[in-house]
């Protein structure tokens, strides 16, 4: 589109503005623009084109109606397109049978993981440069010593016995026979062809050589060859059965068959961590799939379950802090200045923490304070304010700016680690507790707590006969919110009492509130479907449509007329045609339905 209304050199065969009446826009997440923070008084003393994306170009030229479609709204987006008109939550359409859940998640933990990458004061560095690919030998100085955690692993600092140890513990997790595939995270495209030889030679050391024929394991990046064709093979044949990607596959790809997602990377983005996701929860029934794991390397499932939809303060990351001091400056009023103020102090605080140690004592010659203790107090000031402290110290931000020399190191380059490392356990993650026990406790706890407050838990522990399925959701929702979930619970369960529960979540909410027995959800509801059959003479066409409706049940719980407005009930006519088979007494029926389910006797 932006070929066709900017570099169309004949304006007649350009499209009007009139030339469309809707336009809609799949995966509309994707928009991203730096505009959707520009606010108005910005324009002022910043460039607007700086801030303009093609996106928004193509959206603003027409006119038309627009409709986005996405399943992960962004700030952006919803400041292009407005508020959302339709929700559907992921957890709502889990509960209703069109997605699969995911098991808890299965935390890789190795001896590197856990201590951290640490280099020694007058140590020999090896230094990776990402763009040249030059391998260089640094000396630390002797007062400075080297420390990664976790989070910088496979960015900052790459360790190969630390990829090998977790692709071990893949290969005996996840062998060659197991259900569907596998989809890994690295970190960048020479990293993935780590990995993809690394779990080769693991794989093959596990189970022999003749176990794993080539192209059983791949790469699938935006610099493979014929990516898209790869992505069919993923999709249809047998190999590949564990790709490797990067980006290219974390959003738009459906491959029905993952099982398993494995996280070797860390994203800060809370919309892309939940389209890598994503690419797990399709349902595919032709290999029966239930659920998915997640096996996290590096804790990302854990650094972001927690993460709230923050707008950043740094409108623009790549703004040099100059040109933020510069925006201070010409900023207008009050408003303007202490807006473009906590850009500048964020700014001066991430540079604070890099500077040399020449540079700090520099700075403090200048300043009178080292940088941290500056930006703290700085912080505290106004944007007038901060103007002044700026002007009485010119140098401040040259010396912030000033590159860093004690690695003589770029923002490319990665720390090569050879230290020995080794996996020291695999652990299901259930919530912020790590042992089931705590899991349940606190889940038994909350739902004490609420039933008689939340309408939601009143439905489901004192009126099950009324239960809707729009209710059901309304309980999937919450207790989303608090990391309950029935596959979790499921597994919780299943570990501190040594037994495999297929229950429900209205289930484990009634033996929390109630003490009910918790008892296989198909269980219950066939035995509910025979409890209706014996309870009174019912014709073939009846008994018939009770058994379907039990089918039905047993993939979308709860019994209620939405059930029967979609589906293979919606093609006979959908509630209100069925329920004249029932003498228009359909909805009794339903309600007893549920009561059946869910009362202690059906157990």
Same mark, same amino acid.
């Given at each position: 589109m932006i070929a066709r209304i900017e570099g169309e050199g004949d304006i007649s065969l350009r499209p009007t503005p009139g030339t469309y009446d809707c336009i809609i826009v799949d995966e509309a997440h994707r928009g991203y623009t730096l505009n959707a923070d520009l606010r108005e008084g910005d324009i002022v003393f910043r460039n607007l084109e700086d801030y303009q994306s093609a996106y928004r170009q193509v959206l603003d030229y027409f006119d038309a109606t627009k409709i986005a479609l996405t399943a992960t709204? #962004? &700030?952006? $987006?919803?400041?292009? !397109?407005?508020?959302?008109?339709?929700?559907?939550?992921?957890? @709502?359409?889990?509960?209703?049978?069109?997605?699969? *859940?995911? %098991?808890?998640?299965?935390?890789?933990?190795? /001896?590197? /993981?856990? /201590?951290?990458?640490?280099?020694?004061?007058?140590?020999?560095?090896?230094? &990776?440069?990402?763009?040249?690919?030059? &391998?260089? =030998?640094?000396? %630390?100085?002797?007062?400075v010593d080297l420390d990664y955690d976790l989070s910088q692993f496979n960015r900052r600092v790459y360790s190969e016995n630390f990829n090998r140890a977790v692709c071990q513990a893949l290969a005996r997790e996840i062998p060659p026979d197991s259900l569907g595939k596998t989809l890994i995270f690295a970190a960048r495209d020479d990293h993935a062809d780590d990995v993809v030889?690394? %779990?080769?030679?693991? =794989?093959?050391?596990?189970?022999?050589s003749d176990e794993i024929p080539a192209g059983m394991v791949q790469k699938i990046t935006g610099k493979s060859d014929k990516p898209q064709d790869l992505i069919l093979k993923f999709k249809n044949d047998a190999n590949p059965k564990y790709v490797v990607t990067v980006d290219l596959l974390t959003t738009g790809i459906d491959v029905p068959s993952i099982c398993n997602l494995v996280f070797l990377r860390r994203?800060?983005?809370?919309?892309?961590?939940d389209q890598m996701i994503g690419r797990a929860t399709r349902l595919c029934p032709e290999i029966k799939k239930q659920h998915f794991i997640i096996y996290d390397a590096v804790d990302l499932y854990a650094e972001l379950q927690e993460?709230?939809?923050?707008?950043?303060?740094?409108? +623009?990351?790549?703004?040099? =802090?100059? @040109?933020?001091? $510069?925006? =201070? !400056?010409? #900023?207008?009023? *009050?408003?303007? +200045?202490?807006?473009?103020?906590?850009?500048?102090?964020?700014?001066?605080?991430?540079? #604070?923490?890099?500077?040399?140690?020449? $540079?700090?004592?520099? !700075?403090?010659?200048?300043?009178?304070?080292?940088?941290?203790d500056t930006v703290q107090d700085l912080a505290l000031k106004t944007g007038n304010e901060l103007v002044t402290w700026l002007k009485d110290h010119p140098r401040a931000v040259e010396l912030l700016e000033r590159t860093p020399v004690k690695s003589g190191r770029s923002g490319d380059d990665v720390t090569i680690s050879h230290h020995d490392d080794e996996l020291l356990r695999i652990e299901e993650i259930f919530g912020k507790n790590t042992k089931p026990e705590d899991y349940i406790e606190g889940f038994e706890r909350y739902v004490r707590e609420n039933m008689n407050t939340v309408p939601a838990l009143i439905a489901v522990t004192q009126k099950p006969r009324d239960l809707t399925r729009k209710e059901l959701a309304e309980l999937a929702g919450l207790l989303d919110e608090h990391h309950y979930s029935d596959s979790l619970l499921r597994a919780a369960y299943g570990k501190a009492r040594n037994a495999d529960i297929a229950a429900h979540i209205i289930g484990f909410v009634r033996q929390a509130a109630l003490g009910d027995p918790l008892v296989p959800y198909r269980?219950?509801?066939?035995? /509910?479907?025979?409890?209706?059959? +014996?309870?009174? *003479?019912?014709?073939?066409?009846?008994k018939d449509w009770l058994r379907r409706i039990g089918r039905a049940l047993k993939d979308k719980p709860v019994a209620d007329p939405t059930l029967l407005d979609q589906g293979v009930f919606a093609d006979k006519g959908g509630y209100q045609r069925i329920s004249k088979e029932f003498d228009d007494q359909l909805g009794d029926v339903l309600q007893q339905m549920n009561e059946a389910i869910w009362g202690t006797t059906a157990a």
């Open positions: 709204p #962004a &700030l952006h $987006t919803r400041e292009i !397109f407005g508020h959302p008109v339709y929700h559907y939550g992921c957890r @709502q359409a889990v509960v209703e049978g069109y997605l699969n *859940d995911h %098991l808890p998640p299965k935390r890789i933990t190795t /001896a590197l /993981a856990e /201590a951290g990458i640490h280099f020694d004061g007058g140590e020999e560095v090896e230094i &990776l440069d990402r763009k040249t690919g030059q &391998l260089d =030998l640094f000396e %630390l100085p002797d007062e030889r690394l %779990l080769i030679e693991e =794989l093959q050391d596990e189970y022999g994203v800060k983005s809370r919309i892309l961590y993460m709230s939809d923050m707008r950043p303060v740094v409108v +623009k990351p790549n703004v040099s =802090l100059g @040109q933020l001091v $510069t925006d =201070l !400056f010409n #900023a207008v009023d *009050d408003e303007d +200045k202490d807006w473009v103020a906590g850009q500048v102090i964020v700014k001066m605080r991430n540079l #604070a923490g890099r500077v040399d140690e020449e $540079t700090k004592e520099s !700075f403090k010659n200048h300043t009178g304070q080292p940088p941290e269980d219950r509801v066939e035995s /509910a479907v025979l409890k209706i059959e +014996k309870s009174r *003479d019912w014709t073939k066409r009846q």
